[in-house]
């Protein structure tokens, strides 16, 4: 090293040649924290890739995915002549029916959901059938079907099949349908027909179950939805009108990438705290074998700012390959994820870049390396030459500007947390909560060193030097209990969010169900209804209630009700406000209902209009027994007082309404039956295979207007949505078990270079393979189970968080599976420092000793 450069320093130039030089081209040494950033890379690219593809779909595709600028939807009526003309102020629209019903041949019936649209659908969008063909709406009796229908009904494209009275031709198979998104959940395939077809073919009767659905395309585009919506609601107050509109084209899917996104934002986070805690464990080795190369500069004339520098140098060397590697990862398993989430949200296909989300990711990347690489490399600068000879027996010692730095990047990664999150208080609580974590670990490994310095010598010699290794001079205990106690914790994660998520797929998709749900049948039609049912299922369960639509225009007190349109917001859980809603009459309380408060009113009740109401519905609008409550059926108004709240169990298969009336308050309103069918376990049978469906022909001849809906079907689709929930959770999930695995290696790996001088001094007193063997496995086995169960702790409660807040389920976990995964963690503990051990026990004491 010239005098020059010795007096000013190294310049960034001659710096990078020194570091080049010394870096391996493997990053050997320097693995660790390579595969640390690209583990929290790749996890923020593909998270925030994936999120922000979604929502640029949803966002540019609205128009599309709804079929207009504006939906306004009614029950069981179509629009009047001046509720269209109002319509037709703000631009063009189109409209329709959708409803359930009953498709069939003479040899076979299936339940479909019928879309009725007039001659101006799509407004926005195309529709395609099967090879790519452009088609319009469907006009006289032609009928484009799903695939599913199609094999239900076992016929071919051109085949004639009914739908009520009217005989129907298959003009082809749909493969395009633009708004079906919008649509929402399916109780069975799709028939599209157009709109005079629900009317000629006798399926729209006073009391029929049906939607009127019209979209509306402004003339002027600028126009803004929820101006349009506000003042439909005030020219037509009491019409029920649901809206939605181009910018939540689909509450459902905007509901749930929000849940996503937060989900996947607590795992990116998870990953990058893991991660930190890795690169600080792998910063440590890499500078602890290079401490020779530090001293000889130093010797040779290097400032403590040299060092910095060409130390610096490598370590943003390794942390930019990571972090590119990352975002490429990222990039390439973004599509594995959309194929995980295909059908229930639009993703694009194929690969995306989205610049912003991976210019996050990256930036989370590299202040992490500064963050968490900071305190080992400016440790390591604060000492002389000899010192750093002998830190292999005495540890270098603590410096506070290295604390401060670490500090600094730490709340920069808050910051740009807090600054880019669509969530600030999730985000914010979860950094305070991975603090508190951090500090709870710390704590804990003092409280070890604390413990095992108090305890009684044991008289085992080998369990005798486990025990001093905890507490003794120089060990890593503290930065073993923060590795392991979060890889660990990363485990308990996994496998609680996945049991919890099985466990709900268990309880809340029923195991057992009536085998149909059978609505629109005619009151005067019920004892005949029975009867056929009956005549092949002697044994089956039928279960028959009134159903009609109506929607709550007024609630609150006797002379002070509120006006349900003059809300400027809805309260939170009473979405029963909200357009219109399934309700029904009965004489007893309904099965799966149990009354909270008041009385249930006498079968023969001829007094004042009574009515019950679900007691989360009464706690979320303010409503107390005895208060009123009006609602608009059909155009009418009807008032009914508050006899009783209910209790409802949600999770039966059974009918449950949130409003129960008297049977003088609406039973003369036009309305029909809706029923349930269980049928005996002999129906599953090949002859009462053969039975079901001539029962479902038998309904369809005597009630054409009337659907039957396949229950196991229905279930079978819901299980297929959780369970693709499921998968994508387990694929973000598993991030941060693989950073808790890296980490897991690394602290080992990070561990074994200071037992090197341990080893060779046992190995020359004459200690056995065997026993230097069983010495680690013993301290590691001793640390590993004092962090059992705060590593269980730790991992459950980010699993409660995000189960039961951010996706509103139960929280359901299996605590076997669980137990049974963080005895696999520490079963891999113990593996990984055996594995680890083995090179120890290769080192040749002579040479060794002369390293040291």
């Given amino acids: ?66 079929g207009g600028d504006l939906e306004v939807e009614v029950w069981q009526r179509d629009f009047d002549a001046d509720e269209l003309a109002a319509f037709e102020e703000h631009g ?32 926005y969008g195309t529709f395609t059938v099967t090879g790519g063909e452009t088609r319009t709406a469907p006009s006289g009796n032609e009928a484009y079907l799903a695939q599913g229908a199609l094999d239900r009904l076992d016929i071919e494209v051109g085949e004639t099949f009914r739908v009520g009275t009217m005989t129907m031709r298959a003009a082809g198979v749909i493969e ?51 101006t349009v919506e506000e003042t439909l609601t005030e020219a037509f107050p009491n019409a029920g009108f649901d809206f939605r509109n181009r910018d939540r084209a689909s509450p459902g899917a905007d509901r749930f990438v929000s849940q996503m996104s937060d989900f996947l934002t607590l795992v990116g986070l998870a990953a990058l705290v893991i991660a930190g805690i890795g690169i600080a464990g792998g910063v ?141 208080m999730l985000s914010g609580g979860f950094l305070i909560a991975a603090g508190g974590a951090l500090a709870l670990l710390a704590g804990l490994g003092l409280l070890l060193q604390y413990v095992a310095r108090r305890l009684p010598r044991p008289s085992n010699p080998l369990l005798r030097s486990a025990l001093a290794n905890i507490y003794r001079p120089g060990a890593p205990t503290g930065a073993l209990v923060t590795a392991l106690g979060f890889g660990l914790a990363s485990f308990v994660l996994l496998a609680s969010i996945q049991s919890a998520i099985d466990g709900n797929i268990q309880t809340r998709v029923p195991q057992s169900a009536p085998d149909y749900f059978v609505i629109d049948v005619p009151t005067e039609g019920e004892e005949r209804f ?42 939170e859980g009473a979405w029963a406000l909200r357009g219109e809603r399934g309700l029904t009459y009965a004489d007893a309380p309904p099965e799966g209902s149990r009354v909270i408060d008041g009385e249930w009113w006498d079968a023969d009740h001829a007094g004042e209009p009574l009515v019950s109401i679900d007691k989360d519905f009464a706690e979320a609008a303010g409503l107390e027994v005895g208060d009123m409550l009006t609602i608009g059926i059909l155009g009418s108004e009807r008032t009914a007082r508050i006899a009783n709240t209910r209790e409802i169990d949600w999770e039966t298969m059974g009918f449950n309404f949130i409003m129960v009336f008297s049977r003088n308050a609406i039973s003369d309103a036009p309305h029909k039956l809706a029923a349930t069918i269980d049928l005996p376990d002999s129906a599953d049978s090949d002859a009462g295979v053969a039975a079901r469906g001539e029962l479902l022909r038998s309904l369809v001849r005597e009630y054409p207007s009337s659907s039957v809906i396949e229950v196991g079907e229905v279930l079978s689709q819901a299980r297929v949505i959780l369970e693709q929930v499921g998968l994508a959770t387990l694929a973000a999930a598993a991030v941060a078990v693989l950073a808790g695995l890296a980490v897991l290696m690394g602290a080992i790996a990070a561990a074994r270079a200071a037992r090197t001088y341990d080893t060779v001094v046992l190995r020359v007193m004459g200690a056995s393979r ?68 083995l090179p120890l026990l290769r080192a040749k004491p002579a040479q060794a000793l002369r390293e040291l």
């Fill in 1 to 66: 090293m010239s005098a020059d450069t010795a007096s000013h320093g190294l310049n960034w130039s001659a710096a990078w040649q020194i570091a080049r030089r010394d870096l391996n081209a493997r990053f050997k040494g320097l693995r660790l924290l390579l595969v640390c950033i690209f583990l929290g890379t790749a996890a923020l690219a593909a998270i925030g890739t994936l999120t922000a593809s979604i929502e640029r779909e949803l966002q540019s595709s609205g128009q599309e995915l709804l």
């Fill in 284 to 424: 440590s080795s890499y500078l602890d074998q290079r401490r020779a190369s530090i001293a000889t500069l130093k010797v040779l004339g290097a400032s403590s700012r040299d060092i910095v520098r060409v130390y610096a140098i490598q370590i943003a060397v390794a942390a930019f390959a990571g972090s590119f590697l990352g975002l490429a990862a990222g990039v390439l398993v973004t599509p594995l994820l959309g194929m995980a989430l295909d059908g229930l949200l639009p993703v694009e296909s194929g690969f995306v870049i989205e610049p912003a989300p991976l210019l996050l990711a990256g930036a989370y990347g590299m202040l992490v390396a500064f963050a968490f690489a900071a305190a080992p490399l400016l440790r390591a600068r604060s000492f002389p030459a000899m010192a750093l000879m002998r830190s292999r027996i005495v540890p270098l010692a603590r410096d506070k500007r290295a604390l401060l730095a670490t500090g600094i990047g730490i709340a920069a990664i808050c910051a740009l947390a807090l600054l880019t999150t669509a969530q600030p």
């Fill in 176 to 226: 395009t349908e633009p708004d079906r998104l919008s649509e929402g959940f399916q109780l069975g395939p799709t028939v599209l027909v157009a709109k005079s077809v629900p009317v000629e073919a006798g399926l729209l009767q006073p009391g029929s179950l049906y939607q009127s659905k019209y979209r509306i395309a402004f003339d002027n585009q600028s126009a803004d939805p929820e």
């Fill in 92 to 123: 063009t629209y189109s409209g329709g029916y959708r409803m359930q019903a009953m498709a069939s041949t003479d040899d076979a019936a299936a339940p479909v959901e019928l879309k009725a649209v007039d001659e101006r659908w799509p407004l």
């Fill in 770 to 837: 065997r026993q230097i063997l069983g010495l680690q496995l013993a301290e590691y086995g001793l640390i590993a189970a004092s962090l059992a169960l705060v590593a269980l702790a730790l991992g459950s409660a980010l699993g409660w968080v995000i189960i039961t807040q951010l996706f509103e389920f139960d929280w359901l976990p299996d605590w076997g599976a669980v137990l049974s995964v963080l005895g696999l963690g520490l079963a891999m503990v113990l593996a990984f420092a055996l594995g680890g051990s």
């Fill in 530 to 571: 029975f009867e056929l049912v009956e005549t092949p299922f002697p044994d089956a369960t039928i279960r028959a209630v009134p159903t009609l639509r109506g929607s709550v225009l007024a609630f609150g007190p006797e002379g002070a009700m509120q006006r349900t349109a003059d809300l400027e917001e809805i309260p």
